[in-house]
């Protein structure tokens, strides 16, 4: 038995979501653990089928010790894959009828199974929901998600001549005029578990849609596609307020324009926003803790911190040890901190963190990692965007 943190038995028949994440991946290495949004796309796939409706329990299906622990942290329980279903050539199927095995086997009766893709960075909780209730009301056995598509359809033969699918290329039809179909996005399936069982597929009996907005139908199977995620996880998922506890940031590049000047003494001056510092002020008398995190050992900063009146720790190295314990000794939960940043050495720090946030000019990396791109460059009121979009209004 490899199922770990197992849920209580029941005699009635359960909803469970099953999200099979294998450690290896060729188009994009570690993929199940690639963020968008500043959030792990396995974390993602879990918070989705913790949100929707009707759903009991969630379990990842892996070899991973790395995705198994990021899967638990997020709310799911684990199943240990074994090897012989850990290779490419390994189905998903077979993963969910294991999965399927371990999870009955430590005492639970499934009734319903929703399959979820963790390459799937956008399910709709709310769609996955409406699945599970087609299933559980008895309007069908097995529901996919799809969106609505009015797209002229086109094969290529084997001399590569254009063969039209799903129209005649004589007739072209205004919109209004055609029918829809209906593309399939990979996010999610939702199915009896008794009839799965039987068909050994995920399509049986009568099948239904899920209909998701187009949008959110990006299935991430190389680099390009994690870019596209990303791009469209900063339009549509940048929330106005950010909820935490306390505030950590780096210095240069952030509270400065990351730029510096020396005198014929060697004495080194920076550019900070006076705005910064009303922000900082702002966020002190709400009683927000706040910290400077530098790896820098120059004066400046301390000098910057001390006219702040913020704690600093500079000339750090490894800033994730370093926030790990500031946290700790302050009793403030990791998820609970946002962490802002302009440059790689920053990203360990905000890995950790459940708000990794990066100013407007970051470093191409840090802004693919971050859960919130602010509008503002580093030393032109970045640090005061942030305290606004912290404090509540």
Known sequence: MTMTKTESATTTGRTVAIIPARGGSKGVPRKNVQRVGGVPLIERAVRAALAAEGIDLVAVSTDDAEIAAVASAAGAVIVRRPDELSGDAASSESAILHALDEIEAAGERVEVVAFLQA???????GALAGAVRDIKDDRADSVFSAFETYGFLWARTGDDAAVAINHEAGYRPRRQDREPHYLET???YVFRADGFREAQHRFFGR???????????VEIDDAQQLEIAR??????????????????TDFDGVHTDDTASVDADGIERVRVSREDGMGVSLLRKAGIPM????TEVNAVVRARAEKLRVPVLHGIDDKESALRGWAEENGIALDEIAYLGNDVNDLPAMRIVGWPVAVANAHPRV?????????????RGAVRELVERVLPA
């Open 119 to 125: 390459t799937s960075p956008f399910i709709p909780a």
């Open 291 to 294: 910290l400077i995190l530098s």
């Open 207 to 217: 099948i239904r849609i899920a209909e998701v907005p187009e949008w959110s139908a």
């Open 231 to 248: 791009a469209l996880a900063a339009l549509h998922e940048t929330p106005e307020r950010i909820p935490v506890r306390a505030v950590v």
């Open 367 to 379: 802004l693919a990692e971050a859960r919130v791109v602010l509008t503002r460059r580093g030393g």
């Open 186 to 188: 990979g996010a999610f």
